[in-house]
């Protein structure tokens, strides 16, 4: 009986099918995209993991993941081999992989920009008692540079040469992420690290707020007119306020780098317009996250970065009369 009323029940469903033409497998496809970000303890994990949430939640048929890799490096090779679809990326970083120098030499990568999120601020992190008091201090010490495949790497070794110290002579080299950097300074296993991220950066945040350390940052402006004349106005001069750490006594200049969201040019126009879209008119939600989504600005759009945009994000700009396009 059991059986009988099975086929029966299955019979009735393929003819209501039948009737109304819907084929059986007609069920909405899903697409999953993925976000490379960068480390657990930066700005890039939080903002990226918010942007996913919102893609998934607010996007029709897409599910978006938020993936930890070691950053901007990797970052820009996982778009190349369309391993990942967005990416967060250092300016300097992503300008390589287009123009396929640097890390990238002889192979270019075809990304295209959706949107400027933030800058970045170039930390050099140390505490009290390393004797470290500006770059040339650096001479013999143990110093991370952030970890393998990272756009901290790729800026701390041009700081680096900018202000004459040699990374593979001059000191005793480290390549840490950001945790692991900080971690690694309370246990005064390195002297100083270097990070770019954003305001604040949590792993920096915690390190400021540990009982018994005395965090200090280490001015870089000193390079920024060195690193303009060899790369360009890709760097420039930005303070970190005494505010952003516990323990700062005084505003700190640095070298800033803008941030991009990126994708392969072969990225599906509809959905990256739906996307920058979506980036805007929902910046709240993100600023909820982390508040340098605060900086993410349609005044801010061009001039920010010499790579093209991709034709999703250029279909919004014109549509919101954003000059340059």
Same mark, same amino acid.
């Given at each position: 009986?059991?059986?009988?009323?099975?086929?029966?029940?299955?019979?009735?469903?393929?003819?209501?099918?039948?009737?109304?033409?819907?084929?059986?497998?007609?069920?909405?496809?899903?697409?999953?995209?993925?976000?490379?970000?960068?480390?657990?303890?930066?700005?890039?994990?939080?903002?990226?993991?918010?942007?996913?949430?919102?893609?998934?939640?607010?996007?029709?048929?897409?599910?978006?993941?938020?993936?930890?890799?070691?950053?901007?490096?990797?970052?820009?090779?996982?778009?190349?081999?369309?391993?990942?679809?967005?990416?967060?990326?250092?300016?300097?970083?992503?300008?390589?992989?287009?123009?396929?120098?640097?890390?990238?030499?002889?192979?270019?990568?075809?990304?295209?920009?959706?949107?400027?999120?933030?800058?970045?601020?170039?930390?050099?992190?140390?505490?009290?008692?390393?004797?470290?008091?500006?770059?040339?201090?650096?001479?013999?010490?143990?110093?991370?540079?952030?970890?393998?495949?990272?756009?901290?790497?790729?800026?701390?070794?041009?700081?680096?040469?900018?202000?004459?110290?040699?990374?593979?002579?001059?000191?005793?080299?480290?390549?840490?992420?950001?945790?692991?950097?900080?971690?690694?300074?309370?246990?005064?296993?390195?002297?100083? +690290?270097?990070?770019?991220?954003?305001?604040?950066?949590?792993?920096?945040?915690?390190?400021?707020?540990?009982?018994?350390?005395?965090?200090?940052?280490?001015?870089?402006?000193?390079?920024?007119?060195?690193?303009?004349?060899?790369?360009?106005?890709?760097? +420039?001069?930005?303070?970190?306020?005494?505010?952003?750490?516990?323990?700062?006594?005084?505003?700190?200049?640095?070298?800033?780098?803008?941030?991009?969201?990126?994708?392969?040019?072969?990225?599906?126009?509809?959905?990256?317009?739906?996307?920058?879209?979506?980036? +805007?008119?929902?910046?709240?939600?993100?600023?909820?996250?982390?508040?340098?989504?605060?900086?993410?600005?349609?005044?801010?759009?061009?001039?920010?970065?010499?790579?093209?945009?991709?034709?999703?994000?250029?279909?919004?700009?014109?549509?919101?009369?954003?000059?340059?396009?």
């Amino acid at each position: 009986m059991r059986i009988h009323r099975f086929v029966l029940a299955i019979a009735l469903v393929l003819t209501v099918i039948s009737l109304t033409g819907i084929p059986a497998s007609s069920a909405p496809t899903l697409r999953r995209i993925s976000i490379a970000t960068g480390g657990t303890g930066g700005v890039y994990f939080v903002l990226g993991g918010g942007l996913a949430r919102l893609i998934s939640q607010h996007i029709p048929g897409v599910q978006a993941t938020a993936e930890v890799t070691s950053a901007s490096v990797d970052n820009m090779r996982l778009i190349g081999a369309k391993r990942a679809d967005l990416a967060l990326t250092l300016n300097d970083t992503a300008y390589d992989a287009y123009k396929g120098q640097a890390d990238f030499k002889g192979n270019p990568i075809p990304i295209r920009v959706l949107v400027p999120v933030y800058d970045n601020y170039n930390h050099l992190v140390t505490i009290e008692g390393t004797g470290i008091n500006s770059i040339a201090d650096l001479k013999g010490k143990r110093v991370s540079v952030g970890s393998p495949g990272s756009g901290t790497e790729v800026t701390a070794l041009r700081i680096l040469r900018a202000a004459g110290i040699d990374p593979d002579r001059d000191i005793r080299k480290e390549r840490l992420g950001v945790g692991p950097s900080a971690d690694a300074l309370k246990d005064r296993k390195i002297d100083a +690290f270097f990070w770019s991220g954003g305001i604040p950066t949590p792993a920096v945040l915690d390190l400021a707020s540990t009982p018994g350390i005395r965090m200090r940052l280490i001015p870089l402006d000193t390079v920024v007119e060195a690193l303009r004349k060899e790369y360009g106005p890709l760097y +420039f001069k930005i303070t970190i306020r005494k505010i952003a750490y516990p323990g700062l006594t005084e505003d700190v200049p640095v070298v800033g780098v803008a941030n991009l969201i990126v994708v392969h040019k072969d990225f599906p126009e509809d959905l990256a317009y739906a996307i920058v879209k979506l980036i +805007f008119e929902r910046k709240q939600d993100l600023v909820a996250v982390h508040k340098e989504a605060q900086n993410i600005s349609l005044l801010r759009i061009t001039g920010r970065t010499p790579i093209p945009f991709h034709p999703g994000a250029v279909r919004y700009y014109r549509e919101k009369g954003v000059p340059g396009f």
